[in-house]
């Protein structure tokens, strides 16, 4: 190997990392304006992130193109949720207590997922299909050791769980209360609904 091709070989990583840097940054600020201002323009995100309107048209040349990312970004987040609340472990409604808490942490990106217009798309959510899998195996899990009500089907307690999510998220959004008041009421809902009733 050349002395020319060892120096081209040290400064590659520079410049890509570079990228994805400017490339999470114009992202996440893409999450934190369009949580508050889901018709925001890209203008609006550019200088959110300090880039100039350019260089954001380098990464993303059209909104369609970022937000597809930022649905991407949701579905990666999803899962990512999914592995931290370790599903396999403890009770079924002690892992969908842990889901809740988890999804809790992504309040903004979930903020622009249920409100800004073209974020969820079903080819972006379609590889955590293995995660949707794990939330139905803690749920039936449930079903087994008495924590969740056997009459509520798997498919029922995870939409329960998501429409809950979006009534939290939007009680937040519209001052109702705090996001820990939001928490404790989701919770709360949701030990309610899927405990099952005490016996005759």
């Given at each position: 190997?050349?002395?020319?091709h ?8 520079e ?9 999470k940054?114009i992202l996440g600020?893409a999450?934190s ?5 889901p018709a ?5 995100i550019?200088?959110?992130a300090k880039?100039?309107?350019?260089t954001l048209?380098?990464y993303?040349?059209e909104?369609s193109?970022?937000?597809a ?8 987040a999803?899962?990512?949720a999914?592995?931290?609340?370790r ?5 079924g409604?002690e ?8 999804y809790?942490?992504l309040?903004d990106?979930?903020?622009?997922l249920?409100?800004t217009?073209?974020v ?9 299909a293995?995660d949707?899998?794990a939330?139905?195996d803690?749920?039936e ?11 509520m ?7 329960l769980?998501?429409?809950?999510m979006y009534t939290?998220?939007?009680y937040?959004n519209r ?14 809902s949701?030990?309610r ?5 005490p016996m005759?």
């Amino acid at each position: 190997m050349t002395t020319i091709h060892r120096v081209l070989q040290q400064r590659s990583p520079e410049p890509s990392a570079t990228r994805e840097r400017t490339r999470k940054a114009i992202l996440g600020a893409a999450v934190s304006v369009l949580a508050r201002q889901p018709a925001a323009t890209l203008a609006d995100i550019a200088a959110a992130a300090k880039v100039g309107r350019t260089t954001l048209h380098r990464y993303f040349p059209e909104r369609s193109d970022l937000v597809a990312a930022v649905s991407t970004e949701a579905a990666h987040a999803v899962r990512r949720a999914a592995t931290a609340a370790r599903l396999n472990q403890g009770t079924g409604a002690e892992a969908l207590t842990r889901l809740c808490h988890e999804y809790f942490e992504l309040a903004d990106l979930l903020t622009v997922l249920f409100f800004t217009p073209g974020v969820y798309q079903e080819d972006s959510f379609a590889e955590a299909a293995a995660d949707y899998r794990a939330v139905n195996d803690a749920i039936e899990r449930g079903h087994l050791d008495g924590t969740v009500d056997p009459a509520m089907s798997s498919d029922w307690v995870h939409n329960l769980l998501w429409s809950l999510m979006y009534t939290s998220i939007d009680y937040v959004n519209r001052g109702a209360g705090t996001r820990l008041q939001a928490l404790e009421l989701t919770l709360r809902s949701l030990r309610r609904s899927i405990t099952p009733d005490p016996m005759p």
